[in-house]
């Protein structure tokens, strides 16, 4: 069972915007940054979203973050097909002095 | 911005120990931080420990203390996790990931200065008599 909890999975059709929630404690995502990856299938996880909101400039501005309390979700405007992939959101746990994630969303673009 | 370069695939028997490694190109050490991250087939992504090499600061999880070993070796900007006494459940792919210091103290002793922004391409690790 993940310390992060993140929903199994998402779906949403070409054009959309879809969001995906990560739900933490004070102990995590309360107190600490969120980041959020990309992982497409067979590869290295990427990263999209670090402490909160903030976007990479290589990062299209169809992705963004947003923070409340020790919840976080990361929206996707302007859903693509290459948009298919698995997310994961990450924070750091005071408690057990290390990262933590959530157990990846697998979006399906229909 | 620093690349993150691991080493190649390796399959190991019960019992045995694994040495991967994970070199920086196009930059240094300073004010970085290495994490080492594991994925088993069809999991999700598991933090097992990390480093801060310029001090070589380590920090392992709880779950894997006392079976792996995190280094840095400044002079070849390359660190490397050992894992010992592997198990089959140990298959898996290892990443390492790491990150900038951030703030106005950098470099800084305290994991939390650090970001997560930059991954390997991930090593395969195969437990298998």
């Known amino acids: 069972q993940s310390v992060l909890t993140q929903p199994p999975s998402a779906s949403g059709t070409p054009g959309q915007r879809v969001t995906i929630s990560c739900s933490g404690t004070?102990?995590?995502?309360?107190?600490?940054?969120v980041y959020w990856f990309q992982q497409l299938p067979g590869t290295a996880p990427e990263l999209l979203i670090h402490r909160d909101t903030q976007r990479p400039s290589r990062i299209p501005d169809r992705f963004s973050g947003s923070k409340s309390g020790s919840s976080s979700s990361l929206a996707i405007s302007d859903l693509r097909s290459e948009d298919e992939a698995y997310y994961y959101c990450?924070?750091?746990?005071?408690?057990?002095?290390?990262?933590?994630f959530g157990g990846g969303t697998k979006l399906t673009v229909l | 911005q620093v690349q993150l370069v691991q080493s190649g695939a390796e399959v190991k028997k019960p019992g045995s120990s694994v040495k991967v490694s994970c070199r920086a190109s196009r930059g240094t050490f300073s004010s970085f931080a290495i994490n080492w991250v594991r994925q088993a087939p069809g999991q999700e992504l598991e933090w097992m420990g990390g480093i801060i090499p310029i001090f070589e600061t380590t920090r392992y999880a709880q779950k894997f203390q006392g079976r792996i070993t995190i280094t840095a070796d400044e002079s070849t900007t390359t660190v490397y996790m050992e894992v010992s006494s592997l198990r089959s459940d140990d298959t898996a792919v290892f990443y390492c990931?790491?990150?900038?210091?951030?703030?106005?103290?950098?470099?800084?002793?305290?994991?939390?200065?650090?970001?997560?922004?930059?991954w390997g391409q991930g090593t395969t690790v195969i437990v298998s008599s």
């Open positions: 990931t790491g990150g900038y210091c951030y703030g106005d103290s950098c470099p800084t002793y305290d994991f939390n200065d650090y970001d997560m922004d930059i």
């Open positions: 990450a924070s750091r746990d005071d408690r057990l002095s290390g990262w933590v």
């Open positions: 004070s102990s995590n995502i309360g107190n600490n940054y």
